[in-house]
Nanobody, 121 residues
Framework: QVHLVESGGGLVQAGGSLRLSCSAS????????MAWHRQAPGKQRELVAG???????NYADSVKGRFTISRDDAKNTVYLQMNSLKPEDTAVYYC???????????????WGQGTQVTVSS
């Protein structure tokens, strides 16, 4: 069993910064892909940014140049540094990870519980 725990959300004024963290724990052999998604009220969940085990990253156009995703494989942790925040970034942010479990060496996709980010104008 694997668990993802997010932290770092909160309330910030427009133009400010926040750093989200997501740590994976449990029966982990390897983590192939880690990503952040978000869901605003009344909107569909969308991919914000992702990072492969080799370091290759991808970003939604709306956050390019403002957000940076990174990972620390020694800590099984992914980060999302969010700068120049805008009110439209307000959403619940979810961490996801594609993990190969130690037991059985099978790959599963896991989601965190979400953390609220609110940007005031």
């Amino acid at each position: 069993q694997v668990h993802l725990v997010e932290s770092g959300g909160g309330l910030v004024q427009a133009g400010g910064s926040l750093r989200l963290s997501c740590s994976a724990s449990g029966s982990i052999f390897s983590i192939n892909y880690m990503a952040w998604h978000r869901q605003a009220p009344g909107k569909q969940r969308e991919l914000v940014a992702g990072v492969l085990s080799g370091g290759l990253t991808n970003y939604a156009d709306s956050v390019k140049g403002r957000f940076t995703i990174s990972r620390d494989d020694a800590k099984n942790t992914v980060y999302l540094q969010m700068n120049s925040l805008k009110p439209e970034d307000t959403a619940v942010y979810y961490c996801t990870a594609t993990i190969v479990e130690s037991t059985g060496r099978k790959q599963y996709n896991y989601w965190g519980q979400g953390t609220q980010v609110t940007v005031s104008s």
